[in-house]
């Protein structure tokens, strides 16, 4: 990985800072699942210390119980693991340095640089000013440290209600920095914590928790996303101030991916509002919906070392999230046949009970993937799409009168259209060349197309979830007058039951991936019974981004001549 952190983590190397150490951190607060954009995070985090032989940390960022569960800590550990990555002994927990944080602050209210202050949480706004104006002091500010002290630990006491009483940073009111107007370090917080459970009843802010945890920790590069970059001259004070050893926050902009959102808040009203069934609804961009959708962690991985790291804003299309996956699973998915649109065809000289198993290759870009047999019989299913009565030119599929190969099988040709009462197509008769077995003609001719296809008697019924994207447009942000909820896409899931499917897959289990071929890459979800698989899409074989690719690397279309 090469980007500007790794060239200042070069620098620091160079210069002997950190005595040639590197050691990185992900710091997830337990308020929701991870997304795309955390898993962009955890690669470069853990990323950046394989790369440099340094450690990288698993810490929580657990300083809001009011937000926090440990469902969302259980998650986010699983999640981190899935992906690859290994902390160790290094989970840690900003919790864990609760007493630690507690006498650093005491240690700043001693040097007169931190004060308990009784304004209303509105006063300690007004007060505060704004970009253009300077704020004013507290009248709380000077009180004496000895004061100070006592007050504090009337708040850890429990000695005053939410709201009623602050530790503050005694920095500067009319910074141009608002960060550094006398910011919150300690505020009451009366709910009890998923770890710490009815200990404290006052919680760092995270301005006054990071830092210091990282410190503690041994941090040596605190990467973090844009919007801390006007918090890191807060981030140097309290470690100027503390004494304590003083990592360098490195700030990079954060991933933001098309056709989705990637924020909690707005994920988490996705859930509660029902639009999707839950943090790991496939449809969802968390990790735990893109592994249920049949996302690898190599996909994801790879993904993000593609939308790489940068210091400017950005969006990243959702088309290149998919173009990895494709990558992965064309390298590592089985193939089978499955119909997920049925027609039914009839072999009229088949014989009425013969069945043939025929070899079926199980990725022709794996040899050792190996073959299956894939039983062959009079009556089988094949895609109504692979069917036209009267076709247009390029339609070079079946049609009546018309040749072509069912793969792995028979040269077929159509010789009769069943139809209802309706005019509908039930059935299709036809004729097969017993001389092409496995789907070559001995007298060399040839056919324009090669059709999937499952022996009707043999094949599994399964259920097929069809994802579409959850969001109609590119960025369900954007508007300033509607709500993000009316851009979900009405047609995000569509559910085909049943489907056919060859029976080599009868015993697969949740998680297996597999291509259908000329169709999708589908993997079986955790609503599979032991009767009946469901089988999530995963992505279409079809490559948007390949061609978009193509398209911005030569627009014109046209050869450009080389320049020396
Ligand atoms: P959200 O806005 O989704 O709630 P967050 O920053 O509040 O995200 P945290 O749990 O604090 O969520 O994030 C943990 C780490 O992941 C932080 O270092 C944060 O900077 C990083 N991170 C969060 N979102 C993104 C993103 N979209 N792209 C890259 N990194 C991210
Ligand atoms: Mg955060």
Known sequence: MRNFITEIIDEHKNDGRFNGVVHTRFPPEPNGYLHIGHAQAICLNFGIAEQYGGLCNLRFDDTNPAKEEQEYIDAIIEDVRWLGYDWDDRLFFASDYFDALYEMAVDLIRIGKAYVDELSQDEIREYRGTLNEPGVESPYRDRPADENLRLFEKMRAGGFKEGEAVLRAKIDMSSGNINLRDPVMYRIVDVPHPRTGKTWKIYPMYDFAHGQSDSIEGVTHSICTLEYEDHRPLYDWYLDNIEIFHPQQIEFARLNVSHTVLSKRKLIRLVQENHVTGWDDPRMPTISGLRRRGYTP??????????????????????????????DLNKSANRVMAVLNPLKVVIENYPDDQ?????????????????????FSKVLYIERDDFMEDPPRKFFRLAPGREVRLRYAYFITCTDVVKDENGHIVELRCRYDPATRGGAAPDGRRVKATLHWVSARHALTAEARLYENLFTVEAPEADAEKDFTEFINPDSLKIVDPIYVEPSVKSAAVGDRFQFERLAYFVVDQDSTSDKLVFNRTVTLRDQWAKLRKKTANPSGKKRRRRN
């Open 355 to 375: 069945v043939e198993a025929l070899e079926a290759i199980n990725n022709p870009e794996d040899e050792a993937a190996g073959t299956r047999m894939a039983p």
């Open 298 to 327: 190599s996909a994801i991985r790879n993904f993000s070392e593609d939308a790489g790291i940068s210091k400017v804003k950005g969006v990243v299309d959702l088309h290149k999230l998919e173009y990895h996956i494709r990558q």
